[in-house]
């Protein structure tokens, strides 16, 4: 069983990474049907995005899981959540009858399996079984980060957005578009398809090309020394701005970076007599999604794009009005 619990709690620990890149408190939790180990429900924080105090990842993950196993009941299946459960999620496990809860770090402050309290000795009519400290010092690790860098960062949005006007500037989106793109797409698309991407669409020849004859613009994001992401864009003639390119390396994500770039690109419509910011996203690129809905962009469309070479580009379109 102890592999098994490692494989689940990196699943779990797979969407807290995504909850922290948009700068929620990192916590995920998967729900397994213990009969064929299949993942029937997940979650991650989602309590800024939707301004709920019910979406904790617990929550999310019993309520997915009970629309995939067609009623409330989940007997026979475990929760693995990274973080000890909060009073509501204790109740959440108890009312949904989950047969055995795997988390991994304690939580002094709230946590109800036994560090405050243990809702699950009450003499309520259903005990699951308990396991804490599973992958505990993985899953304190990216809670401390989370926090760490929150203070580190909270009085000190100094990113810099500097236009890409010389050929050695483009040159280093490219090397950044190489690093993020093997980091982002590793889990959405093959390496063949990153690689054949990059070459069409971010190699130095197709930027300067976007640059010199297509009307895109592109800015490095600069923070303390470092280029930590880039982004381009171009004005289309229906009165909106396209975004083509918003990337951000891994450890600078979750600490608003984006939304500063959102906020320059909305003053950028304004003064260009612009009503709209648009945009393509890979629909399996979650922590994009979440992020981009945070920040007011809305669904608008879909579609499926032949790239050649037997790829395609499965994306949604999202909006922001301006």
């Not at 010389?166 to 490219?174: I, S």
Request: net charge neutral; hydrophobic share 35%; aromatic share 12%.
């Amino acid at each position: 069983m102890e592999n098994t619990d490692l494989y689940y709690m990196r699943k779990a620990l797979e969407l807290a990474e995504i909850a922290a890149s948009n700068g929620e408190i990192p916590v995920g939790a998967v729900v397994v049907k213990n009969s064929d180990g299949a993942i029937v429900g997940h979650g991650y924080n989602r309590r800024e995005a939707d301004r709920c105090a019910l979406s904790h990842a617990e929550m999310l993950a019993v309520s997915s899981a009970c629309k995939t196993m067609g009623g409330w009941r989940l007997s026979g299946c475990t929760l693995y959540v990274t973080l000890e459960p909060c009073p509501m999620c204790s109740g959440a496990i108890i009312n949904s009858r989950i047969e055995r809860v795997v988390f991994g770090a304690y939580d002094p402050k709230a946590g109800s399996a036994g560090s405050v309290t243990n809702l699950f000795e009450f003499e309520y009519n259903h005990h699951p079984n308990i396991q804490g400290g599973v992958m505990k010092e993985e899953c304190e690790k990216i809670l401390r980060d989370f926090f760490q860098n929150l203070r580190r960062e909270k009085n000190s949005l100094d990113m810099k957005l500097i236009e890409v006007l010389t050929d050695e500037q483009l040159k280093k989106v490219a090397v950044l578009a190489n690093e993020i793109w093997h980091e982002c797409f590793k889990s959405i698309i093959s390496c063949s398809q990153i690689d054949y991407m990059l070459d069409k669409f971010q190699s130095f020849e197709a930027m300067k090309k976007q640059t010199e004859q297509d009307g895109y613009r592109y800015y490095l994001m600069h923070k303390n020394g470092n280029h930590i992401g880039y982004m381009a864009f171009k004005h289309e003639g229906d009165g909106r701005l396209f975004l083509s390119k918003i990337y951000i390396k891994k450890e600078y994500r979750g600490m608003g970076y984006a939304g500063q770039a959102f906020r320059f690109l909305s003053e950028h419509c304004k003064a260009a007599g612009l009503n709209a910011v648009w945009l393509t996203v890979n629909k399996h690129n979650y922590g994009a999604i979440a992020a981009y809905e945070k920040s007011g962009f809305k669904k608008i469309g879909e579609a499926v794009t032949d790239i050649g070479n037997g790829y395609v580009m499965d994306d949604y379109f999202y909006q922001l009005d301006v």
